[in-house]
């Protein structure tokens, strides 16, 4: 970690508490699912429950969290995904392993007719390795979360995940199969890659990552080199658990680049828009950028002077290609902490100095539009907090803090056999 | 805009005129594609080359041998123009243009002008523009000035009744060579009920006399979409249904994604991963039932336009005894010099090609005229073709996609401009869109390029220009581009690249060199 002011260091303490106090507050102690979203009602989302699971060693080394209450909270979530119904069931909890991605709260049951979630069952699953490595005690419990981890991991069936496919499918549906959303180019998933390359019983063949990695797209965007996304959490939630610096797969080698650096390029890129601002919206700039998937205003159409302004309800948000209206994720520009420390500290204090509203408690809302709030002197803030929000934005202070998530998936074999597998070399792997 | 009562009554009073106007209209355009009581040329002894099919293709090849002193006969069944002309490019574009002009009154404010209030669309000017258009248009292909160059035009069904002959108006024509080049027609997918309910095809619906208040779009192809906004902009509440997860689909996922947040901007129901099921009629309305994934639901229309493909005509023209092996899904087969299975008998245009374009059409045509008349041996796969898609944005590509570079091993870099960075698209007010040009990596050499842009089929022709002659883009960087112009694009691309080759080693060296010639120059 870079040298801080105290006061940067007070700040980051402030907002990774403020994450970390979600997985408490919004969370079912006697399953562990954690809920999608701070609102009333709001189902469990497996992807917040894997970030949730990493967060508790981060709790715990923080002193937020006894060892022993994270371990029981932990056990109690393992518990419950071990056991859970597996089948073709429209209201069962998973099928080959994989899991639904919104579960109900209590029943952990199926909701909303949700799609079996590939890439959500590998996020939940980089949460079980994270606690499977940290718990490594002999205690009793601690000795059946790591027997828990590996076999929760070992049942997916990620071969059959491909749906006779080059590359891993996105979703399945027992009402209608797998799903056909032409889920192509760079994405968050190198994560869900790596974990289905390691499985000791139904792995993914070398070719399905080379597959996947052929749909990229290197471009120059305002003069920075890099692997195109538009929406910044691309660039982070993989990077939440595996630490890119300096390894590299095939595509990487040819382009003389990492995947952390691309990151770093990608966060250039964002703050360059805002600066550029080609469609002038209010409050971007230097110091205020961030463009993710996230909550906004809502789906509108608003005539502001000479422009109607479309807005958008949750939404994939990315530059240059937009999707833009005007509404910043703030917890996607923290999250940049660790690639470019420098303009995400400047930003941060940016926020803070000039939207208290943004940051009350210093518990960072999915997203806040100062466009709209010229028309609506209340609609500055996006409604509710998002749990992968919060989730990644404790990951990533973290490892910039101490790299601890980092250290603890260096130490997985899996984590290191899958990125072996895809390819990837140099660095931490020698 | 809604006139005053005293232009209401003006205008009912000149509307017998324009009616008048009209039937002319329509009677020029008849006289110069499929004249009344035309009586076909008595055959000629043998032809050199006889073409089936006046389209773009059957044009340029009856023409191109007409000019080089070939005895040349020109068959068409239908109207002389082909699709192009009479239910394709020309009528479409045509309608873009009116559309695009009412969109463009709605955002008056957007360019400094005063908002117009209520704009009232008035669609009968509009296809009468239309019918206008393509009357002008016909002139220079018309049915006169193709026999005035030498050209025996026969109208009629043609049918082969053996190798090196055709029957046409039960007239035989023999030949030394044969070109077919007879298109495609529209393809109509097979769903419940769609005949009984009835629909639209580009070959019916520039005959609309009536907005369909209600528009429901069948396809997010290149017509699709065109005609999804052009109709949105006219008025009609239009939905689009498409069953794939994007429009365009093999188009970059970029300018599909823009072109899709510009039809939603205009206010279209999009409704993608979405396949149309059946349609009935209920009175005067149609009902599409629709499954998206395990999500059933109806639309109400007015009407159904259904844009999904097209399918190359190969029916009745009795190739077998012609020896000419055909699929009724792909065409006729050619080889790479556009010769058929009977070596005297060549095809050129949409029976044929993957890509059916005029402009494809034409480039073949040329081929396959000069391998057949004049033992070329030029061949089809040395084309470099580009393609538009004239929405608003424009949607255009040439040369290489990444990922067919990918699939062939070439690492790719791309130089992507954002238009937003373009003076003249700003001052346009047109800034929505990109240039990506495709490098072969760690070189200036042009693969490809793709442009979403209000202007990207006038601005790809430079980018064609530079693939065809071989050019890089650091060539392009020395040709001085008019400023302000949206095509200074490409300049700023390769701007960009010239940047990529600072090597730190470079600048160094230019520095100290700046530095040593202070104190010495």
């Known amino acids: 970690m870079k040298n801080l002011e105290p006061s940067d260091e007070d700040l980051l303490e402030r907002f990774q508490r403020a994450a970390f106090n979600y997985f408490m507050e919004h969370a079912n102690d006697e399953n562990g699912l954690v809920a999608d979203k701070s609102t009333q009602g709001a189902p469990a989302s497996i992807a917040a429950v894997g970030f949730g699971l990493s967060g508790y060693p981060i709790g715990v080394e923080r002193g937020w969290l006894t060892r022993d209450a994270a371990a029981k909270r932990t056990l109690a979530t393992l518990q419950f995904f071990w056991n859970s119904e597996q089948s073709e069931d429209p209201f069962a909890t998973g099928y080959k392993g994989f899991f639904y991605h919104f579960l109900d709260m209590k029943s952990g049951k199926r909701v909303w007719q949700s799609e079996l979630s590939m890439i959500d069952t590998a996020l939940l699953l980089a949460g079980i390795l994270v606690v499977g490595t940290y718990f490594d005690q002999d205690g009793a419990n601690e000795r059946e979360i790591r027997h828990l981890a590996d076999a ?11 749906g006779g496919q080059a590359t891993l499918r996105q979703g399945w549906k027992p009402e209608a199969g797998f799903l056909h959303y032409g889920w192509e180019g760079y994405s968050e998933a190198i994560i869900l890659y790596v974990l289905g390359l390691a499985s000791p019983s139904h792995p993914i063949t070398d070719d399905c990552y080379e597959g996947w990695t052929s749909t990229y797209q290197w471009e120059n965007i305002y003069g920075q080199e890099f692997l195109y996304a538009g929406p910044l959490f691309i660039h982070h939630f993989s990077h939440a658990w595996i630490d890119f610096a300096e390894i590299q797969d095939p595509f990487m080698r040819e382009k003389n680049c990492d995947y952390f650096e691309n990151t770093r390029r990608a966060t250039f890129v964002q703050q360059e828009y805002a600066r550029r601002n080609p469609y002038g919206y209010e409050g971007y700039g230097e110091n205020c950028w961030g463009f993710s998937a996230g909550e906004g205003p809502g789906y509108k159409n608003i005539r502001i002077g000479s422009k109607t302004r479309q807005f958008f309800g949750y939404t994939a948000r990315g530059v240059p290609f937009g999707p833009d209206d005007g509404t910043i994720c703030p917890s996607a520009m923290l999250s940049s902490l660790p690639f470019a420390p420098d303009i995400t500290l400047a930003a941060l204090r940016h926020l803070s100095s000039h939207y208290p509203q943004v940051i009350a408690n210093h518990a960072l809302p999915s997203g806040f539009n100062p466009t709209f709030q010229s028309i609506d002197p209340t609609g500055l803030v996006t409604e509710g907090r998002l749990g992968l929000d919060q989730g990644i934005t404790l990951l990533m202070i973290e490892n910039f803090r101490s790299g601890l998530i980092w250290k603890l998936m260096r130490q997985c074999p899996t984590i290191a056999n899958g990125l072996s597998r895809a390819g990837f070399a140099g660095g931490w792997l020698k | 805009m809604t006139m005053p009562k005293s232009e209401n009554n003006m205008q009912q009073n000149i509307q ?19 004249p009344e009581g035309w009586k076909n040329p008595k055959p000629a002894g043998v032809y050199n080359l006889v073409v089936i099919g006046a389209g773009p293709a059957g044009l340029v090849a009856a023409r191109g041998a007409a000019a080089l002193g070939a005895k040349v006969a020109l068959i068409e069944r239908g109207a002389i123009g082909g699709d192009c002309l009479n239910v394709g490019c020309v009528p479409s574009k045509t309608l873009i243009r009116t559309a695009r002009t009412y969109a463009d009154m709605r955002a008056a404010r957007n360019y400094g002008a005063q908002d117009p209030g209520v704009i009232d669309v008035d669609f009968q000017m509009a296809m009468e523009r239309i019918r206008s258009i393509r009357a002008r248009i016909s002139k220079s292909d018309s049915i006169k000035r193709l026999s005035e160059e030498g050209i025996d035009v026969c109208l009629g069904a043609a049918r082969f009744s053996g190798p090196t002959s055709v029957v046409v108006d039960n007239q035989t024509l023999h030949f030394k060579k044969a070109l077919i080049a007879t298109g495609a027609r529209p393809m109509i997918p097979d769903v419940a009920g769609l005949n009984d309910a009835g629909y639209l095809t580009n070959e019916t619906v520039f005959d609309l006399t009536e907005l369909p208040r209600r528009l429901l779009v069948v396809g997010g192809g290149p017509l699709g979409c065109e005609l999804a906004q052009a109709f949105c902009r006219l008025g009609s509440q239009v939905t689009i249904v498409q069953d794939e997860a994007m429009f365009l689909p093999g188009e970059e996922r970029d300018a599909a994604q823009l072109l899709s947040g510009s039809l939603a901007r205009d206010g279209i129901e999009i409704r993608l991963n979405t396949t149309f099921e059946s349609a009935r009629r209920e009175g005067t309305s149609k009902i599409a039932s629709l499954r998206s994934v395990d999500y059933a639901s109806t639309i109400e229309c007015d009407a159904i336009l259904v844009g999904v493909g097209r399918a190359p005509n190969v029916d009745n023209l009795n190739l077998e005894a012609a020896g000419v092996r055909y699929d009724s899904a792909e065409g006729i087969s050619v080889n790479d010099f556009l010769q058929t299975t009977n070596n005297r008998i060549y095809a050129a245009g949409d029976v044929c090609l993957e890509h059916k374009f005029t402009h494809t059409a034409d480039a073949s045509a040329r081929i396959a005229l000069q391998n057949a008349l004049f033992l070329g041996r030029k061949r089809l796969s040395s084309l470099t073709i580009p393609w538009c898609t004239y929405t608003d944005p424009e949607i255009a590509h040439v040369g290489m996609y990444v990922r067919e570079a990918t699939a062939k091993g070439i690492a790719i870099n791309t130089i992507t401009i954002l238009m937003h960075d373009v003076d003249r698209a700003i001052t346009d ?73 600072l090597t730190t080693t470079l600048k160094f060296l230019s520095k100290r060199w700046l530095a040593w010639s202070r104190g010495h120059l």
Do not use: C
């Open chain 1, 152 to 162: 929760i991991y070992a049942r997916v069936d990620w071969q059959w995940a491909r």
């Open chain 2, 16 to 34: 017998p005129a324009i009616e008048a106007r009209s039937d002319q209209i329509d009677a020029a355009y008849m006289k110069n594609v499929h």
């Open chain 2, 429 to 501: 007010g047109e800034e929505e869109g990109f240039v990506k040009i495709h490098l072969r990596s760690g070189t200036d050499q042009i693969l490809g390029a793709t442009m979403v842009a209000r202007h990207a089929g006038e601005m790809i022709n430079d980018v064609t220009l530079a693939i065809e002659r071989g050019l890089g883009l650091r060539a392009l960087s020395k040709v001085i581009h008019a400023y302000p112009t949206q095509a200074e694009a490409f300049k700023k691309a390769a701007d960009a690249y010239n940047r990529t080759r």
